[in-house]
């Protein structure tokens, strides 16, 4: 139940007391965020356990005092400063972990549905891997409170090759100097990284790569095919998303793979079989996989700083039969012309005969099979969902990402650090998210049950904490609502154009 201290103090005084006991450096950024907040801006969450995100043992009986849209103290709850009229929240028998990042996202620009589901389901962070102007302005809009919603971090909008699987939506680039106007582009744009794609040619990644280090934009995306793994990681591709390319770079029939690869002309008026070639190479190449190939792999990856981004959740999606989720309960927060579109994708795409089905099951364990290598080799997993493809929910579908990392052999806490700690050392923003220290901003979740005895338990959330903000049980139950009644407006435009993996 929420309360107020009752030892009187100041704003000012507590401030100073808070300073006193150990947070002053950490909490300098804090003080200004706390002056502008609205009341008195002070929220503080007593008895909670903390399972901060640094990997250390959690913490049980903590209190955490937040100012503003900052973490200003943590620590022992008989130690906790006091503030006349704080917001005082009991979460006795709750465990506390960081705000969780999807570090691979498409749809936000629909505002009513995916920002808010984003937030009630722990997810304070995402990575959009596809820039739009609308993008941009509802991140504006986000950063004022008119929108609630997660903290974004926005790509380019898409560099492919001059045949593309996106068409004319993505940025086509034939030769060095169209590259590098590429680059340019998108760095006056206010991308924050540069989002490349599967037919980039292998002869232009170098321009691009290297202007892209001039301008301080990361390369992330698609491997493209035509350049081998470890070449495009060495060049500066810093995050590999969906496991493409990564049979092919660990088994000892790439050479010959490679061969066919170049052999096989792109045709511009059907490009997506080239595409689908390619994954049947991927599915050979997964009987051949060369342990001692891998680790040169995995060295290499390490040495450059490159991540793998699996978005296990929509792998698994399109593993299994076009009708596996279509009963899915929280497809009531999808609006019905986006779920008519995941059903005919599917319908296109999926297994089909129980042949086709086995194939694709048994390829799919093999790929939590190589997730388990990636992380037990050292090598950065990032969690992402790929959301807005079918089923894959904004929000909820984290949580189906978490438990695929388990499942795919992570711990609890090093899954749960692949979207909090490592989301946030990727990105450049350890300093301020990620894990739960005074000083960093206030984006935390509370959970019903213990996440590291069982990950699924990450799905019991009892609040968010969202930019200093509490949303209790009520304040969810009331958005998700809200969701739900916007995905029944007919009026609302279909977020299927924002997807593209």
């Not at 901060?52 to 973490?71: E, M, N, S």
């Not at 006091?82 to 009991?90: C, K, L, P, T, Y």
């Not at 301080?216 to 060049?235: F, I, K, Q």
């Not at 959330?461 to 903000?469: D, E, L, M, N, S």
């Amino acid at each position: 139940m929420p309360s107020t201290f009752t030892m009187p103090a100041g704003r000012r005084a507590f401030l100073r007391g808070i300073t006193l006991t150990g947070a002053g450096a950490a909490l300098a950024s804090a003080v200004p965020a706390a002056a502008s907040a609205s009341s008195d801006g002070v929220t503080v969450l007593r008895r909670a356990t903390l399972i901060d995100g640094t990997g250390a043992p959690p913490r049980r009986d903590v209190t955490i005092v937040v100012i503003g849209d900052r973490i200003a103290w943590v620590g022992g709850g008989h130690d906790a400063p006091r503030h006349r009229g704080a917001r005082v929240i009991d979460l006795h028998g709750k465990f506390v972990i960081p705000g969780l990042w999807d570090m691979h996202t498409h749809g936000v620009a629909q505002e009513k549905i995916a920002p808010p589901l984003f937030v009630v389901n722990g997810v304070t962070g995402i990575r959009e891997m596809w820039g739009f102007p609308e993008i941009h302005a509802l991140r504006d809009r986000i950063e004022r409170g008119e929108v609630l919603g997660p903290r974004m971090v926005i790509a380019s909008t898409i560099v492919d090759g001059p045949v593309s699987l996106l068409g004319p939506l993505s940025a086509k680039v034939r030769t060095e100097a169209e590259a590098r106007q590429a680059v340019r582009e998108a760095k006056a744009g206010g991308a924050d990284f540069l989002k490349i794609y599967s037919y980039l040619g292998r002869d232009v990644l170098p321009a691009l790569t290297d202007e892209a280090a001039k301008l301080g934009l990361r390369v992330d995306g698609h491997v493209p095919y035509l350049v081998p793994m470890e070449e495009a990681s060495r060049l500066g591709q810093r995050s590999f998303e969906h496991l493409f390319g990564l049979t092919l770079a660990t088994s000892s029939r790439e050479p010959e793979f490679r061969r066919t690869m170049e052999d096989t002309p792109m045709d511009p008026a059907a490009p997506r079989a080239w595409f689908e070639m390619v994954q049947s190479l991927e599915r050979q190449a997964a009987a051949s996989y060369d342990p001692a190939k891998a680790r040169r792999l995995y060295a290499a990856l390490i040495r450059n700083g490159s991540r793998h981004s699996p978005t296990l959740w929509v792998l698994n999606v399109f593993s299994q039969p076009a009708d596996t989720y279509a009963g899915d309960p929280r497809l009531k927060y999808i609006p019905a012309a986006d779920r008519a579109w995941w059903a005919e994708t599917l319908k296109l795409v999926a297994p089909d005969t129980p042949e086709e089905i086995a194939l694709e099951r048994r390829y799919f364990e093999h790929l939590l099979t190589m997730v388990g290598r990636l992380h037990r080799a050292g090598v950065g997993v990032l969690g992402g969902t790929d959301c807005y493809n079918p089923y894959v929910i904004p929000g909820f579908s984290a949580h189906d990402e978490l438990s695929l990392l388990v499942r795919a052999g992570l711990s609890p806490m090093a899954a749960l650090q692949a979207m909090t700690r490592d989301a946030a050392r990727f990105l450049g923003r350890a300093a301020t998210t990620g894990t739960v220290a005074p000083g960093k901003l206030a984006d935390l979740v509370a959970l019903d049950a213990d996440p590291l005895a069982d990950i699924r338990n990450v799905r019991r959330i009892h609040a968010v904490v969202t930019r200093g903000r509490y949303l209790g049980p009520d304040d969810r139950e009331r958005i998700l609502a809200e969701v739900e009644a916007a995905a029944k407006d007919p009026g609302i435009p279909a977020a299927r154009a924002a997807c593209a993996c």
